[in-house]
């Protein structure tokens, strides 16, 4: 799929499309996507959420930036899970050049998937080009339980902060899926209605992973360039939320 203007997603396509679950095929085929001369109206928005300056463009902007492109590929006919219901779990970002206000060319694929404990995981890989140069990749994870999972634990190290040299409490409220899905663009019903997440499961909706990424790049030094992120556990609306970092 080509795009030279900010790709077009219906909602109610997305959401409600029946899919395979893997019963014709052995696993996710390559779906790729491009879009070329993304502009950036929202951008401002996105600085003022967080905080950031309007000389700075974060890393985890591109990521958001290329939503509505990601959402082209999980409504392909070809991609085999239903987008209702999938749970980002990891995210990794790079940044390989510094980013500028200049419209970008997005690409972005999956391929493949890998069966976990409770279901299958996929990765959509994107790529940010400005003046044919690479300035950005990313890699992200997403969970779907539309299929079985294996059942068994699988290690983890779970983070720890031994001595903070910053800690502070933050307060999601209830309203701010619906506040981030508006600069996002990312209307995942499990982010915006309690009744909606119940049906999957969780107890409340909860807020999206990437505005938590953001909340704590804005408490990071600019200059930071690479960013590895583990989704843990849902963060309900509303919510306290502690923020903890050292060196």
Same mark, same amino acid.
């Given at each position: 799929?080509?795009?030279? &203007?900010?790709?077009?997603?219906?909602?109610?396509?997305?959401?409600?499309?029946?899919?395979?679950?893997?019963?014709?095929?052995?696993?996710?085929?390559?779906?790729?996507?491009?879009?070329?001369?993304?502009?950036?109206?929202?951008?401002?928005?996105?600085?003022?959420?967080?905080?950031?300056?309007?000389?700075?463009?974060?890393?985890?902007?591109?990521?958001?930036?290329?939503?509505?492109?990601?959402?082209?590929?999980?409504?392909?006919?070809?991609?085999?899970?239903?987008?209702?219901?999938?749970?980002?779990?990891?995210?990794?970002?790079?940044?390989?050049?510094?980013?500028?206000?200049?419209?970008?060319?997005?690409?972005?694929?999956? *391929?493949?998937?890998?069966?976990?404990?409770?279901?299958?995981?996929?990765?959509?890989?994107?790529?940010?080009?400005?003046?044919?140069?690479?300035?950005?990749?990313?890699?992200?994870?997403?969970?779907?339980?539309?299929?079985?999972?294996?059942?068994?634990? *699988?290690?983890?190290?779970?983070?720890?902060?031994?001595?903070?040299?910053?800690? *502070?409490?933050?307060?999601?409220?209830?309203?701010?899926?619906?506040?981030?899905?508006?600069?996002?663009?990312?209307?995942?019903?499990?982010?915006?209605?309690?009744?909606?997440?119940?049906?999957?499961?969780?107890?409340?909706?909860?807020?999206?992973?990437?505005?938590?990424?953001?909340?704590?790049?804005?408490?990071?030094?600019?200059?930071?360039? *690479?960013? &590895?992120?583990?989704?843990?556990?849902?963060?309900?609306?509303?919510?306290?939320?502690?923020?903890?970092?050292?060196?």
């Amino acid at each position: 799929m080509h795009f030279t &203007d900010t790709p077009k997603t219906k909602w109610t396509k997305l959401l409600l499309t029946k899919r395979d679950k893997l019963r014709t095929q052995s696993t996710i085929p390559r779906i790729e996507a491009t879009w070329q001369y993304a502009e950036h109206p929202k951008l401002s928005a996105y600085q003022e959420l967080f905080g950031f300056s309007s000389a700075h463009i974060p890393i985890s902007y591109p990521q958001v930036l290329a939503t509505p492109l990601h959402l082209q590929i999980l409504s392909d006919p070809s991609f085999p899970f239903p987008a209702l219901g999938i749970v980002h779990t990891h995210q990794k970002m790079r940044t390989h050049q510094p980013l500028t206000a200049k419209p970008f060319h997005i690409k972005s694929w999956v *391929e493949g998937h890998r069966v976990v404990r409770s279901g299958a995981e996929f990765a959509i890989h994107t790529q940010v080009q400005q003046d044919n140069l690479l300035v950005w990749d990313a890699e992200m994870i997403i969970l779907s339980r539309a299929v079985k999972g294996h059942g068994q634990k *699988e290690p983890r190290q779970d983070p720890f902060v031994q001595n903070p040299s910053l800690c *502070e409490q933050w307060r999601f409220p209830f309203t701010l899926g619906r506040k981030y899905a508006k600069v996002s663009g990312d209307y995942n019903p499990i982010h915006l209605s309690p009744l909606a997440a119940k049906i999957f499961g969780m107890p409340r909706h909860i807020i999206h992973g990437m505005y938590s990424v953001g909340k704590v790049i804005s408490m990071l030094p600019e200059s930071i360039s *690479e960013i &590895d992120v583990s989704f843990r556990r849902p963060i309900l609306l509303p919510s306290s939320v502690e923020f903890l970092a050292d060196q």
